[in-house]
């Protein structure tokens, strides 16, 4: 399970506005994370974690997992590799 479809699980029936809200991010956040066009940095998985800590191993593990050093776009092609 990637970053969009964890954060709209967790999400659940709130609107993007009231999740961002309760983050303390801005709606625009919310919504590239579910398009799987933005990863989540620190402040929104700290809030994450704060949400939803029995959640805790599987974002701490999706966080320390991802590529930071390459956009979101070309992860998801990427095949590995050099």
Do not use: C, H, Y
């Not at 983050?23 to 590239?32: D, E, F, H, T």
């Not at 999706?62 to 050093?69: A, G, K, P």
């Amino acid at each position: 399970m990637g970053w969009a479809e964890i954060v709209r699980e967790i999400r659940g029936d709130k609107t993007q506005k009231e999740f961002a809200r309760l983050l303390g991010v801005s709606q625009r956040v919310i919504s590239a994370i579910e398009r799987g066009e933005l990863s989540p940095g620190g402040k929104v998985l700290r809030a994450l974690l704060k949400v939803t800590p029995e959640r805790r191993e599987e974002l701490l593990s999706l966080f320390l997992s991802q590529d930071i050093r390459k956009p979101i776009k070309n992860r998801k092609t990427d095949k590995g590799g050099s």
